[in-house]
Each structure stands twice: as structure tokens, then as C-alpha cells.
């Protein structure tokens, strides 16, 4: 049990989080691997939300909520730091949740869904090896027909550059969270929000919620104003500042 009082208190819950989904079976060790390389770019990005991530949350609530058809998709670290905010978001947006994970494995899989439906998801869909999307090699291009599949907009928190790429060429638009500014999934996305997962996703759905009331020219031209390649560069010169 780690004291509320100590310095490191959030960073040593949520490395807890990781460590205990690895336990219960619904992360891969990798997952280890990709939280520390997060932990890395919170630490110089000062460990709080920048301005230019609730920018980037409120054009990406302002797309979710224009879209036609948004689908979540879920891998083990998402399932295992913000399992409740998943199934809040789902609900807020009545869309469906979709476990695609990086290393594939059915078990994994269905530890993820069973893991989501305990705490109350609705709509949990697997991938479906009858259908797939474009530019993908791996096992990740399978998608279930009632998810990825027919999607316009697809909710990647925590993505792999190839995926959000091969996303995109399908021609989806696509929203990541991702701490790191540089990777090729923050450089590819529709809409990246640079910030930690544990952080942004209570915003993103405040924000859903109160943009519930606006009308669609409100919402288009929130993303007409929203221009993510400056918002990564100033994300990066953020960094710079707090480095020197
Ligand atoms: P890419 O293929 O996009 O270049 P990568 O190979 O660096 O990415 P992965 O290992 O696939 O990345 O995924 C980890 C990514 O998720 C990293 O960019 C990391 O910064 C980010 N990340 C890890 N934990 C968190 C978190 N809690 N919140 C937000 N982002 C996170």
C-alpha cells in the first residue's frame, strides 16, 4: 500500500495498475515497456495537463460527438488504468468498445472483455477474423464488423504508429492519447492529445458532456480551429521550456 502522502504517490498507483493487469492477465509485459517510455515524457511534460491537451480534448469531444459512428478501442493498459472512465465514455457516446490488442492472443482477449463487462460495460466486441481493415500486416487488422469495421471515428488511447497509420488510410479519422509527442502515432493522429491517459480521460468526458448541449456548427467550428500539428509542436517546445 503506497501513502498518500508520498511525492510519487499518482506515478507509483497507476505503475500499480499496469503491475496488477499483468497479474489478473489482461496486459501483456510489453505493456510495462510501453508505460515507462509514458512515465518519461510525463515527467518532463511537469506531470500535469498542458493547455494545448485541453485543446486537444475539447476538438476531440467536438469530433466524437459529430461523428456518425464512434467505436473505443481498448488494449491491456487501457483496460487496466481506466477501466470505469471506458465504459463512461461508452455510454456518454452510446458507442461500442473494441478490444485489439498489439500481442494478440484470445485468451487475452477475452480476459479484457469479461474484465469490462464486471464493471458494467454494455458493448464489448472482439475482432473477427472475417474482417479486417487496409495497410495492416498484423493481427491487429482484424476488427468486428460492428466496430472498427464500419467506424468513421476511432478512439485509439495508447495506438502503435502503424495501426493509427493503416487507420487513417482506411480512412477514418483518428483520436490518440499519447504522452509522447514524437511518436508516429502522436504525428499521424486526426486529433493527439499529449497527455497521460489517467489524466485526460475524466476531462475528455466533462467536456462530452457539457458539449452535449451545443449544436453542430458550435461543434465544426471548434475543430475548424483546431490545428493539431501546431498544438504537437507547441507540446514539444513545452517540453523544451521545462528542460532548460
Ligand atoms: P509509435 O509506434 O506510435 O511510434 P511507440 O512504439 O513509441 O509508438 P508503443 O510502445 O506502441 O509506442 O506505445 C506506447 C506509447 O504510449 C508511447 O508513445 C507512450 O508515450 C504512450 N503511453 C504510455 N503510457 C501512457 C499513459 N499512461 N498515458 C498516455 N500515453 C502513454
Given at each position: ?30 505493456g510495462?515497456?510501453?508505460h ?31 461523428a ?47 474484465y ?51 487507420l ?70 513545452y ?6
Amino acid at each position: 500500500m503506497i501513502p498518500k502522502s508520498h511525492p510519487r504517490y499518482e506515478s507509483l498507483r497507476t505503475r500499480d495498475l499496469i503491475v496488477e493487469g499483468i497479474k489478473k492477465g489482461i496486459t501483456s509485459t510489453h505493456g510495462l515497456i510501453a508505460h515507462g517510455r509514458g512515465e518519461a515524457f510525463d515527467y518532463l511534460l511537469g506531470e500535469k495537463t498542458t493547455d494545448f491537451a485541453k485543446k486537444s480534448i475539447e476538438a476531440a469531444s467536438a469530433l466524437l460527438l459529430l461523428a456518425k459512428y464512434p467505436v473505443i478501442s481498448v488494449n491491456g493498459n487501457v483496460a487496466a488504468l481506466v477501466p470505469k472512465e471506458l465504459i463512461q465514455l461508452s455510454n456518454l457516446l452510446s458507442c461500442p468498445l473494441e478490444v485489439n490488442i498489439f500481442n494478440t492472443s484470445k485468451n487475452r482477449e477475452i480476459k479484457i472483455k469479461n474484465y469490462l463487462l464486471k464493471y458494467g460495460a454494455k458493448n464489448v466486441l472482439l475482432p473477427d477474423k472475417k474482417y479486417k481493415i487496409k495497410f495492416l500486416k498484423s493481427n491487429r487488422k482484424y476488427v468486428n464488423p460492428n466496430g472498427i469495421f464500419k467506424a468513421d471515428v476511432v478512439f485509439v488511447p495508447l495506438e502503435d504508429g502503424n495501426r493509427t497509420g493503416a487507420l487513417i488510410k482506411n480512412g477514418k479519422k483518428v483520436i490518440a492519447i499519447d504522452l509522447n509527442p514524437l511518436s508516429r502515432t502522436a504525428q499521424k493522429a486526426t486529433i493527439t492529445i499529449v497527455d497521460n491517459i489517467t489524466r485526460a480521460m475524466s476531462l475528455l468526458i466533462k467536456t462530452i458532456a457539457k458539449y452535449k448541449k451545443y449544436n453542430k456548427s458550435k461543434l465544426k467550428k471548434i475543430i475548424i480551429n483546431y490545428n493539431n500539428k501546431s498544438n504537437l509542436k507547441n507540446s514539444l517546445k513545452y517540453i523544451l521550456q521545462n528542460l532548460s
